[in-house]
């Protein structure tokens, strides 16, 4: 059934990606139906299988929310394994009359507030998520060579206006590509940001995406400086404080990405305020 619901629909629409809701999210369950019986295993070898059926038959890069290890094979790319959902559930965050945390309604169509409605996050949401103290790229040490990760669709790189200095250089530092929302009223406030990040982030990745994560260090007492490096050598450093840092003879500035490529270049790249 799935096959020929997704074939009807790309014969109309012709996407050029397939997003599978909730197929890698690792939820995964036994059937005791009478004569339909099915083990988590199985379970998740379908999922894997309906992934990768897009892939090799349509030949279209498929993806999911999430990308758990159980069932991660089928999926080239995994929405929110950089952002997670956060909040589901908090009454601050979902109901109008909370304005302080109050992600916005799902309209009006053409701009709904729950996407581009700039949104603060709870002090613990911060610490938990986003301070880079006590963040690891331990999703991609095992996976960065095989699944292209990004944040969860309701939570794009401009949306958590009190941790965009750390949502960004994070994902630069684990060389994650963005996700932004775009509508026509917001394309002139936000394109320079998205060129910006582009020029920086683009040649990178087409050198990384595919490349191991082999390391990840703290490079200062506070851990506010910080170091991923992939398989081919190319190191990235990161300097979340709001002061400049010398390291090594090298000036990083403040909410700044440093990247010191094998081929011995580097080029540098910092964080601007919130649009």
Do not use: C
Not at 5 to 24: C, E, H, M, P, T
Not at 54 to 79: C, K
Not at 238 to 248: C, L, S, V, Y
Request: proline share 7%; charged share 20%.
């Amino acid at each position: 059934m799935l096959e020929r619901r997704i074939d009807a629909i790309q014969k109309v629409a012709g996407f050029n990606s397939w997003f599978l809701d909730a197929y890698a999210a690792g939820m995964l369950f036994d059937s005791y139906r009478p004569g339909a019986p099915m083990t988590q295993a199985q379970n998740a070898a379908g999922n894997v299988g309906a992934s990768r059926w897009i892939s090799e038959v349509l030949q279209l890069p498929s993806g999911s929310e999430d990308g758990n290890a159980a069932t991660a094979q089928g999926v080239l790319f995994a929405h929110g394994m950089q952002t997670p959902v956060i909040g589901w559930g908090d009454r601050d965050m979902h109901q109008p009359d909370t304005a302080d945390f109050f992600v916005g309604q799902w309209y009006p169509p053409e701009q709904p507030g729950v996407f581009f409605k700039p949104t603060r996050l709870k002090a613990d949401y911060r610490r938990v998520h986003f301070a880079p103290v006590s963040r690891l790229p331990l999703y991609q040490a095992v996976f960065h060579g095989s699944v292209i990760t990004s944040h969860h669709w309701l939570f794009d790189s401009l949306k958590l206006s009190d941790v965009r200095v750390e949502n960004e250089l994070t994902q630069l530092l684990y060389n994650v590509p963005p996700l932004y929302h775009l509508s026509a009223a917001s394309l002139d406030q936000r394109l320079p940001l998205i060129v910006r990040q582009d020029r920086f982030f683009r040649p990178l990745h087409e050198r990384l995406a595919t490349q191991a994560l082999t390391a990840f260090d703290w490079l200062s007492e506070d851990r506010l400086v910080q170091q991923t490096t992939f398989a081919d050598g190319t190191r990235l450093l990161a300097n979340f404080d709001a002061a400049p840092r010398n390291w090594q003879g090298r000036t990083l500035p403040e909410h700044s990405m440093t990247a010191l490529l094998a081929d011995g270049s580097d080029s540098q790249y910092q964080v601007q305020a919130a649009p």
